[in-house]
T-cell receptor, first 115, second 114 residues
Framework: KAGVTQTPRYLIKTRGQQVTLSCSPI?????VSWYQQTPGQGLQFLFE???????NKGNFPGRFSGRQFSNSRSEMNVSTLELGDSALYLC??????????????FGQGTRLTVV | LAKTTQPISMDSYEGQEVNITCSHN???????ITWYQQFPSQGPRFIIQ???TKVTNEVASLFIPADRKSSTLSLPRVSLSDTAVYYC???????????????FGSGTRLSIRP
């Protein structure tokens, strides 16, 4: 069974540009969550999608957005990149059904560097 | 979501048993306790989850006292490859997902020496 796949693994962008990151969840998983990890702030929740709808949102500016497709694949977009957006972006997938096994499986992440 | 407190770092030696304790004084009735392990530049990996008393799987044990205000992750006979950051999380398993709006604390950086 394939794990969570994130692409690309590494990315270098310039300030002011925008970037799109992709996450393919485990087959059958309908919930996809995104996290930002930096040395200073640790792991911070960005948002969660379930059945193409945003179900939860963390405390990030509107420059951070996401979406989920009918096949549960998800993308997150960051517009007008700032140097502080440099981070490891992690995607996690789970079944997403209330009361079900709620174990979350994380991908290896996308390392974004903004210069 | 209940906040958790863990030691910032711990050191141990190969072959030893390591116990990492997490405090969660404000845990709610519906909350479960989950532990994740993270290696550098990788995503966190689920280790174990429990509600009360003791849970054991092939890699770890989780001890939860009756008041559930703390929990202890026990790693038997650690090896160098157990060097990682360990996160204790508390959340409602009745919710949609253990990844749904999880609040990760700062975790415990465990270093294993030969």
């Amino acid at each position: 069974k394939a794990g969570v796949t994130q692409t690309p693994r590494y990315l270098i962008k310039t300030r002011g540009q925008q970037v799109t990151l992709s996450c393919s969840p485990i087959s059958g998983h309908r919930s996809v969550s995104w996290y930002q990890q930096t040395p200073g702030q640790g792991l911070q929740f960005l948002f969660e999608y379930f059945s193409e709808t945003q179900r939860n949102k963390g405390n990030f500016p509107g420059r951070f957005s996401g979406r989920q497709f009918s096949n549960s694949r998800s993308e997150m977009n960051v517009s007008t990149l700032e140097l502080g957006d440099s981070a490891l972006y992690l995607c996690a997938s789970s079944l997403g059904r209330r009361g079900a096994n709620t174990e979350a499986f994380f991908g290896q992440g996308t390392r974004l560097t903004v210069v | 979501l209940a906040k958790t407190t863990q030691p910032i770092s711990m050191d141990s030696y190969e072959g030893q048993e390591v116990n990492i304790t997490c405090s969660h004084n404000n845990i709610a009735t519906n909350d479960y306790i989950t532990w994740y392990q993270q290696f550098p530049s990788q995503g966190p990996r689920f280790i174990i989850q429990g509600y009360k008393t003791k849970v054991t799987n092939e890699v770890a044990s989780l001890f939860i006292p009756a008041d559930r205000k703390s929990s202890t992750l026990s790693l038997p006979r650690v090896s160098l490859s157990d060097t990682a950051v360990y996160y204790c999380l508390v959340g409602d398993k009745g919710g949609y997902s253990s990844a749904s709006k999880i609040i990760f604390g700062s975790g415990t950086r465990l270093s294993i020496r030969p």
